[in-house]
């Protein structure tokens, strides 16, 4: 018996089978853009200086390794409700919320998403944006939804496509779920305004829709933690009923350690004690119990004024970074352009990506010619160009363009 013989090779992830293809690539020159990880102008991952002297101090500490209560330290979830909601929310005030820390924001988003098909009486279909985060689709598929997609880039004005959006919402299913980039937009970099996000909320409240929101850059769009925290605040102060992924693997560095949390906004203190122990009963069964550190450093960094003070800062350093390198990059792309094509459209997209327009084809040929790999949607990785490779990377993206091979 050959208990295997039917087992099929699976289909390679979109983002990681890239970086797969890249590891296996012999040239010397190869450049990876395709991977959501922040890096200094030396090409190394970074963590902020606050994260590290926030360990540095909890390493002197006698920190337990006794297993975490299975929905999390209650220090860290109380001190990310309060992150995202701010202090003086009604939310926190009335305790209306179930949060639970979850393995980063793909492991919260799959909690969040079994919970709402298995015991909430949402329509079993979601919408996610055409252009997202590629396991957004099968987090939601592999918990049952059926997926359908809601209008977001425009591929002509290469900006967002907000009437396409409007419409499209307008003639989703009533009670169904509706899956939103809270900041920085992931692949796009584009993100509503505060007026477009409060005529989304409209709409979602007159379609009786249930809003889940991904954040996983915030920082990222403006420099400001609190700025960016803006859509959160607005949606829980606009919608009685909602739910959250959060991580901070980006803008804390904390990318190994998978701490993020899903928190779900009910309408009353009750209702949200009756959600967490079904949070908790979800969780059980799947992996019992977080992990302690990363849960250690959140809360630990979020609830010292020196350390969160110090935080804000090293993000806005990261964000300045970002932006630096993407308006170099725009400069050297216009530049070689000489007026036969304008890049200026990246300098309005926020976050850690630029998103080119590449097709697929473009995007092999980009691999093949180049050495330069991004995800097939034409997504790149800004954070990862530096001084020692914008030059290349850039007239890669020219000669690509204007099809000079």
């Known amino acids: 018996m050959n208990w295997f013989s039917c087992v099929v090779r699976a289909e390679s992830d979109k983002i990681y089978g890239v970086q797969e293809e890249y590891v296996n690539d012999k040239r010397d020159n190869k450049i990876n853009l395709s991977i959501g990880v922040f890096r200094d102008q030396n090409g190394q991952s970074f963590v902020p200086q606050s994260v590290i002297n926030c360990e540095q101090m909890l390493f002197t500490k006698n920190c337990s390794k006794e297993y975490a209560p299975i929905e999390g330290f209650k220090d860290f979830r109380q001190s990310v409700a309060k992150f995202i909601y701010g202090e003086d929310s009604d939310v926190i005030i009335n305790e209306r919320h179930a949060t639970v820390q979850g393995l980063g924001g793909t492991g919260s988003l799959r909690i969040g998403a079994i919970f709402l098909y298995e015991l909430v009486s949402v329509n079993k ?59 920085a937009h992931n692949p796009t970099g584009i993100d509503p305004t505060l007026d477009q996000w409060n005529q989304i909320i409209d709409v979602i409240q007159r379609k009786k829709l249930f809003p889940f929101l991904d954040c ?113 990059l725009i400069n050297e792309l216009n530049r070689l352009s000489d007026g036969k094509t304008n890049w200026d459209f990246m300098a309005n997209q926020r976050g850690m990506y630029g998103f080119t327009g590449f097709s697929q084809t473009q995007v092999f040929q980009l691999k093949q010619q180049f050495a330069i790999y991004a995800t097939l949607d034409g997504r790149i990785n800004i954070a990862v160009i530096n001084q020692n490779n914008i030059k290349h990377i850039a007239y890669a993206m020219h000669c690509i363009k204007l099809q000079i091979m």
């Not at 979601?126 to 592999?142: G, L, M, R």
């Not at 977001?152 to 980039?181: A, C, K, P």
């Open 125 to 183: 279909t979601v919408y996610i944006p055409y252009q997202t985060w590629s396991p957004h689709n099968q987090v939601f598929s592999n918990s049952g939804f059926q997926i359908k997609h809601y209008r977001y880039w425009n591929q002509r004005t290469l900006n967002l496509d907000f009437e396409g959006l409007i419409n499209d919402f307008e003639n989703m299913i009533d009670y169904s779920v509706v899956v939103l980039h809270s900041i």
């Open 216 to 328: 996983a850059y915030q920082g990222f769009a403006s420099g400001d933690l609190q700025r960016d925290g803006v859509v959160n605040t607005l949606f829980a102060k606009r919608v009685n009923q909602m739910a959250i992924a959060m991580t901070f693997a980006k803008n804390m560095g904390l990318y190994g350690d998978r701490i993020g949390a899903l928190s779900i906004v009910c309408q009353t203190k009750q209702e949200a004690h009756n959600v967490l122990t079904q949070l908790k009963a979800i969780i059980r069964p799947i992996y019992s119990h977080p992990p302690n550190w990363g849960a250690l450093v959140v809360h630990h960094l979020l609830s010292d004024h020196h350390l969160r003070s110090q935080w804000f800062i090293d993000v806005n350093n990261m964000y300045t970074r970002i932006q630096d390198i993407r308006n170099q």
